[in-house]
């Protein structure tokens, strides 16, 4: 995960909004991503965006990308306990065939009735 | 569809001794991953597969050999476990359309002893 940082902590108020913030190194980056994982689950992706989009909204979430700084953000609008979790940003780096994703450390959300 | 499969969900070994996980999906997705999951690390790619028959080495491959003998099964062996491969492994796979989605099992919880 060192070429995709996150924080790796973040606790908001139900109700409030949530934004999870994610940095990257590799500008050829195609397709950048937020994943979601539950307490005892695997990972199941929420979002993505691709690098030619500076915005993408989905239902309560938003994606911000910023190519010029490599920055990229989910923001979740009326937090829910339901969407405490740890999120996930990860790049797809056109490298070959291999179709690896990099991954950042992930960012534990807390929401606090 | 149920997706990607992982058996066993909970193991405890003992310094020494062998076993393998394995990964099972039923979407017939080209590529196939395992990971391992420990606090404060995110996800460590162990090995991959691009395809039936092949397969590559990831981030940290030592301790660990994986074989994809059929498409849609995926399995991952310790030959020899040590206590530092305690940890959460997950498979995922994904398709060979751009976006790359990575579709993950439910995880197996190691313990070595």
């Known amino acids: 995960g060192e070429d995709v940082e996150q924080s790796l902590f973040l606790s908001v108020r139900e109700g409030d909004s949530s934004v999870i913030n994610c940095t990257y190194t590799d500008s050829s980056s195609t397709y950048l991503y937020w994943y979601k994982q539950e307490p005892g689950a695997g990972l199941q992706l929420l979002t993505y965006?691709?690098?030619n989009m500076d915005m993408k909204q989905d239902q309560r979430l938003t994606v911000l990308l910023n190519k010029k700084d490599k920055h990229l953000s989910l923001r979740i609008a009326d937090t829910q306990t339901g969407d405490s979790a740890i999120y996930f940003c990860a790049e797809k780096r056109d490298a070959g065939n291999n179709r690896k994703l990099i991954w950042g450390l992930g960012t534990s959300l807390a929401v606090n009735p | 569809n149920a997706g990607v499969t992982q058996t066993p969900k909970f193991r405890v070994l003992k310094t020494g001794q062998s076993m393998t996980l394995l990964c099972a999906q039923d979407?017939?997705?080209?590529?196939m991953y395992w990971y391992r999951q420990d606090p404060g690390m995110g996800l460590r790619l162990i090995h991959y597969?691009?395809?039936?028959?092949?397969?590559a080495k990831g981030e940290v491959p030592d301790g660990y050999n994986v074989s994809r003998l059929k498409k849609q099964n995926f399995l991952l062996g310790l030959e020899s476990a040590a206590p530092s491969q305690t940890s959460v492994y997950f498979c995922?796979?994904?398709?060979?359309?751009?976006?790359?989605?990575?579709?993950f099992g439910p995880g197996t919880r190691l313990t070595v002893l």
């Open positions: 979407m017939n997705h080209e590529y």
């Open positions: 995922a796979s994904s398709g060979t359309g751009g976006k790359n989605e990575q579709f």
């Open positions: 597969s691009v395809g039936e028959g092949t397969t």
């Open positions: 965006i691709f690098s």
